[in-house]
């Protein structure tokens, strides 16, 4: 089954086509991190305009690069939500589109779905049961899979996602966005990261970043920090830590044969090899280009929805504030 993926739920307007699943024949993406720079975070209005400037090229370019003609297409998979409905609104309405004048099947893809399904792009088939977590700008969820579209969220943030958090920290610290890049850079240059506080909320799988972000704003104010590479260094080191650790523990709670990690915070270097350095079970990251958004992970997803039958109809809709639970198929 091939299938053409279309994600537009943030600032990148992306295009893909998938083979079974897990065969990338084509993965275009159309960043617009430079525009939203310039206010120091993403910019709803100017988000969607930038979608609707880039969605036809970006797919025309992904039909070019997999050298597939429309006929062998069996489907389209495109984001309905989490995300800005702006945004998500333009990659549905492309979708809609494609689907009516070429006949072909679609289907709506929960955004935190496609995340997990980078994993089936980087190789090997996940094992199951197993822990993932999700880290993004929107969101930190760990998730247990105990097989295919069978999801139980058995943890996840209290408060800010973690590549908020990284967002935040980098802003404080004058580093630039989007901060989680700006912040693995800075730290090249540490030499004596800082001691920052760690909320490990015992007894349960949440995480809770704002305690960090707060006691980072304080040494700030204070004007107590000299370096802000050490600064760095020291926010990206607690955030890890609690992120490897927790997962960890959850995986062996819930006995899990593998812990698969994705999301764009997953690009980050630090967190990837103390996650693989500490697990004690298999551990799955996509390539760091797989883990922040794109539309190789749409489809993948889609293409096991259209073969387990779940296409949907043309009156599909965006759902901004779409939760993993919330997707008709998750129990
Ligand atoms: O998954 P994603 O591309 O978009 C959302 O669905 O939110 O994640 C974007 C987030 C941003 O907060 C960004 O700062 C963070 O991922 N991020 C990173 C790194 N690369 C991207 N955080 C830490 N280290 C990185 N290398
Ligand atoms: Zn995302």
Known sequence: MIVLGIE??????????????????SNRIASQVEIHARYGGIVPEVASRQHILAIVPVIAGAMADANVGWDRIDGIAVTIGPGLAGSLLTGVNAAKAISFARGLPITGVNHLEGH???????????????????????????????????????????????????????????????????????????????????AWLRGSNDFSFSGLKTALLRLVDAGKLASPADAAA?????????????TVAAANQYRA????????????????????????????????????????????CGCFRLESGLADELDIDVVPSLRLAQTADIS
């Open 8 to 25: 537009t739920s943030c600032d990148e307007t992306a295009a893909a086509v998938v083979e079974d699943g897990s065969g990338i024949l």
């Open 257 to 300: 044969r593998q812990i698969v990690l994705t999301g764009g915070v997953a690009a980050n270097r630090r967190l990837r090899d103390r996650l693989v350095a500490v697990s004690p079970l298999p551990v799955v990251i996509p390539a760091p280009a797989l883990c922040t958004d794109n539309a190789a992970m749409i489809a993948a």
């Open 234 to 246: 020291g926010f990206q080191e607690a955030v890890v830590d609690v992120l490897v650790t927790k």
């Open 116 to 198: 997990i399904h980078a994993s089936w792009l980087a190789g090997d088939r996940p094992v199951f049961p197993l822990v993932c977590l999700i880290v993004s700008g929107g969101h930190t969820d760990l998730v247990l899979m105990n097989g295919h579209r069978s999801y139980t969220r058995i943890g996840g943030t209290r408060d800010d996602a973690a590549g908020e958090a990284f967002d935040k920290a980098a802003r404080m610290l004058g580093l630039g966005y989007p901060g989680g890049p700006a912040i693995q850079h800075a730290t090249a240059e540490a030499t004596t990261p800082i001691q920052l506080p760690r």
